[in-house]
């Protein structure tokens, strides 16, 4: 495990774990397809951030059973077991320090135009007396922690509206720092979804809804795959 360590929270792409708003928004094919390639998206932009640690916590499906379908190389992952939006994100906090991370920053999918730098910066700026957060006008995009900061998420409700505003005043109130990178947007409709497009060269974005989703690529490898975990 490397000092640096980000976190991914994936659920398989079925429709039962797809976002409602995404859901009601586009409809739950063209939905799922969307929350496919917010997650490609991301992945991608994590494997470029340098001398990190990649930990995914995944919850599989039949269809799904590992994440071929995010990385033909097939990346490990931590089995998701725990149901709790809250305690799965502690646990993995808990997890990656006690693997040996010094810094660890979770990151989510739903804001696709979160830049390498910002990641990089929020490591950078990363210490016993400083929280990391990446702003939107609803839920953070990154947050990140070292051990010294982890009893922060005791008081954290990953679930409520207004979850950006509530972490910053949750650091407030245990007498932290918090140092912000650039705000962005989350992609929630139609609106933000011309965003995305439109920042992209075309042909650059999948938006694939012609095709199907991806069935599982049938693969020789261990049987316990889903237990194990990706360090880059």
Excluded at 6 to 12: G, S
Excluded at 21 to 45: P, Q, V, W
Excluded at 112 to 138: C, R, Y
Aim: charged share 30%; aromatic share 10%; hydrophobic share 30%.
């Amino acid at each position: 495990m490397k000092d640096n360590c980000l976190i991914f929270i994936i659920d398989a792409p079925i429709s039962e774990n797809i976002d409602s708003e995404l859901k009601k928004a586009f409809g739950t094919e063209r939905a799922a397809h969307i929350y496919m390639d917010l997650l490609n998206n991301s992945y991608k932009t994590a494997k470029n951030i340098p001398n990190t640690s990649i930990i995914i916590s995944y919850k599989s499906s039949t269809k799904h059973p590992d994440l071929t379908w995010l990385d033909e190389d097939d990346p490990g992952f931590l089995e998701a077991k725990i149901k709790n939006l809250n305690e799965r994100i502690s646990s993995l906090f808990h997890w990656s320090f006690n693997a040996g991370a010094k810094k660890a920053v979770l990151l989510a999918s739903s804001s696709p135009e979160v830049k390498p730098d910002w990641i990089e910066k929020s490591f950078n700026l990363l210490n016993e007396e400083t929280v990391a957060i990446g702003p939107t006008d609803e839920k953070p995009y990154l947050l990140g922690l070292t051990r010294n900061n982890l009893d922060l998420l005791e008081e954290i409700n990953f679930f409520t509206g207004d979850l950006t505003d509530d972490i910053y005043e949750k650091i407030k109130k245990h007498r932290l720092k918090q140092e912000s990178q650039p705000k962005t947007y989350t992609l929630k409709g139609e609106e933000t979804l011309r965003q995305w497009m439109e920042s992209k060269d075309s042909g650059s974005y999948l938006f694939a809804q012609k095709h199907p989703l991806k069935e599982h690529k049938k693969r020789e490898k261990k049987k316990n795959h889903s237990t194990n975990t990706l360090f880059k």
